[in-house]
């Protein structure tokens, strides 16, 4: 029962994840947000980047939605929900997506192009590897839309400035 929403809201609900992202930011995270919106348009679950604050590798915006849904809602539910996200999902969290069983993603900058902005920054060398081959390997239909030109200075915009481009840090 996925529900084809508009254009405008595809648009209003990615600029929700630039928001979470800034919260992270400004709580000492990489600047990553996302939000869980039900069939009806509601919007479910938002979290942002922990992987500094709670010193977890796996702290990933998407993963600790995910996790979170998967707590709260049956996988069943979940296919007919979507996840936003500020930047394609790295292979990691594409596999929780895929294990939580949401059926559609939607994304507001390629990884490549996040990739572009984080240089060789140690904190984020980031894999060259579309959320949508991953999901291809799977055995799902999951949706993907992205990315998304209308959302990208906006999401940019809170990566500036916070990657050291164009040096290796130590890991």
Not at 51 to 70: D, R
Not at 105 to 129: F, H, M, P
Request: a negative charge; charged letters at 20%; proline letters at 4%.
């Amino acid at each position: 029962m996925k529900v084809s929403y508009a254009e405008q809201d595809h648009v209003s609900y990615l600029l929700r994840c630039v928001q979470v992202s800034r919260v992270a930011k400004n709580s000492g995270n990489f600047p990553f947000g996302a939000i869980l919106v039900d069939s009806l348009g509601n919007v479910l679950l938002e979290q942002g980047n922990i992987e500094i604050t709670e010193n977890v590798c796996t702290g990933h915006a998407e993963t600790m939605l995910m996790e979170a849904a998967s707590r709260v809602f049956s996988k069943s539910f979940l296919w007919n929900c979507t996840l936003y996200t500020t930047v394609e999902p790295c292979a990691m969290c594409a596999g929780s997506i895929y294990w939580g069983n949401v059926g559609r993603v939607v994304y507001g900058i390629s990884e490549q192009r996040l990739a572009q902005l984080t240089g060789d920054d140690s904190r984020n060398l980031t894999l060259d590897l579309p959320c949508r081959e991953v999901f291809a390997r799977g055995r799902k239909p999951i949706e993907v839309m992205g990315p998304f030109p209308e959302i990208e200075e906006e999401t940019i915009t809170v990566h500036e400035n916070y990657w050291k481009q164009g040096r290796l840090h130590s890991l």
